[in-house]
């Protein structure tokens, strides 16, 4: 499934990485990195794989729709890590990777003879990123962390719906996929250090601490002013317009005119110029505090009117708009189109199957999707052959332990 030439490419190319660990977050971060070329070398267990090749709403042709996504650009290597011949095997492909990723309970790799100091002891220029709910220390650490405990405890659960309503969720898994982009970081960081000292190191990513850094202004608001944010639905308090706005047919429209300039310029497209010179709407916190009332004129205004009609005319007057949209949309925006955003690949199972680029985009070495989640075991024998020098015999005793 691959070539020597996609084995070059990217600006991670020649970083060989070893991917332990299941669902999002840890194989987010070896997504990213496999999307820039760096080698991926995902073990899993040779009994049934990472639970994602099962995951998802529907399984066409009895596979997950989500695997080709999370598994893309990686070598699957089955392999036993409860066993001693496994952890041996492991502990051979990592002392010759530049980074190791893994996602289990704090403790598990200890257990298995993996700790990162008896790793680095045999490969001092190894950087092991390790994710888990609550980080490698604290009270907490021992604990059991999904992503959405992480989303409640960071505090993005709390200010998330409509605030007459029990805190919602976003519809993707983005604890998970924040902890997996602040670990993927950890690694170019580490790696930059690693050019001057020659040593690596560990990165903790915590679920909670990931949703945490994103959180804004929300802690230090709280510690001057005493103010809890809460859920606000589709706008932030004080920020105005920003909002969500009926049109016919049922659509919505997003239109944000918050600033002075943008605002004077949607009252324009309104046919309402007046309105920028209302003292209730004059500066930013005048509609701050005027807030549901304009949010009330924009929504008599764009109620009566077709969503298209009303994009084109706010083009014109450059104000910030856009449709919400759905995978559909995604597939005949010529803006998508044009910058390659979905690429189409070829699938032994599927035949050919749509998915997001690679992101973000560099100008000189671009990250690309090389090849689509790869079938449990794939690349066994030949990654054990290459790299950890298993001979014919001993590959067949493995596979006969089960351990492969």
């Known amino acids: 499934m691959t070539d020597a030439a996609a084995d070059t490419e990217g600006p991670l190319a020649g970083l060989r990485v070893i991917e332990m660990g299941t669902l999002i977050a840890g194989p987010f971060c070896g997504q990213i990195l496999g999307d820039f070329g760096a080698e991926v070398i995902k073990i899993e267990d040779p009994k049934g794989g990472d639970p994602m090749r099962q995951w998802g709403r529907s399984l066409p042709k009895g596979l997950s729709p989500w695997w080709p996504v999370i598994g893309r650009n990686k070598k699957s290597v089955g392999l036993d890590l409860r066993t001693a011949d496994g952890q041996a095997i492991a502990r051979r492909l ?68 409509e605030p007459d309503r029990p805190p919602a969720r976003a519809g993707i898994s983005i604890g998970d996929s924040l902890a997996a982009m602040h670990a993927a970081m950890g690694v170019l960081m580490a790696l930059h250090a690693r050019e001057r000292t020659g040593r690596g190191q560990m990165i903790d990513a915590a679920l909670y601490e990931s949703v945490l850094a994103v959180m804004e202004n929300l802690v230090t608001e709280y510690d001057l002013t005493g103010y809890v944010r809460e859920r606000s639905g589709s706008i932030l308090p004080g920020i105005a317009p920003s909002n969500a706005y009926p049109c016919a047919g049922d659509e919505l429209i997003l239109i944000g005119g918050n600033g002075d300039t943008v605002f004077a310029r949607l009252c324009e497209a309104m046919g309402r110029p007046e309105l920028s010179r209302d003292p209730k709407f004059l500066d930013h916190a005048a509609r701050g505090t005027h807030q549901a009332e304009l949010d009330a004129i924009i929504a008599q205004w764009t109620g009566g009117q077709r969503l298209a009609d009303l994009l084109a005319l706010l083009q014109t007057h450059g104000v910030p708009a856009s449709r919400i949209y759905r995978a559909p949309d995604m597939l005949e925006d010529p803006q998508f189109r044009a910058r390659e955003d979905i690429v189409e690949l070829p699938h032994p199972v599927f035949g050919k199957l749509k998915m997001q680029n690679a992101f973000p985009k560099l100008s000189e070495t671009p990250g690309r999707v090389r090849w689509p989640g790869p079938m449990l075991g794939e690349h066994t024998e030949a990654v054990l052959r290459d790299l950890a020098g298993c001979s014919e015999d001993r590959l067949a005793e493995l596979r006969a332990k089960g351990v492969i």
């Not at 990723?101 to 008896?118: C, D, H, Q």
């Not at 490698?136 to 959405?148: C, E, S, V």
């Open 94 to 161: 990592i002392g010759g990777a530049d980074v190791l990723v893994e996602n289990f309970r704090p403790g598990a790799m200890e257990k298995w003879g993996l700790s990162y100091e008896s790793l680095a002891a045999e490969n001092p220029g190894l950087i092991m990123a390790r994710v888990s709910g609550f980080g490698q220390t604290g009270p907490y650490a021992q604990r059991a962390g999904y992503g959405l405990i992480g989303e409640a405890m960071g505090g993005l659960r709390y200010v998330t719906g």
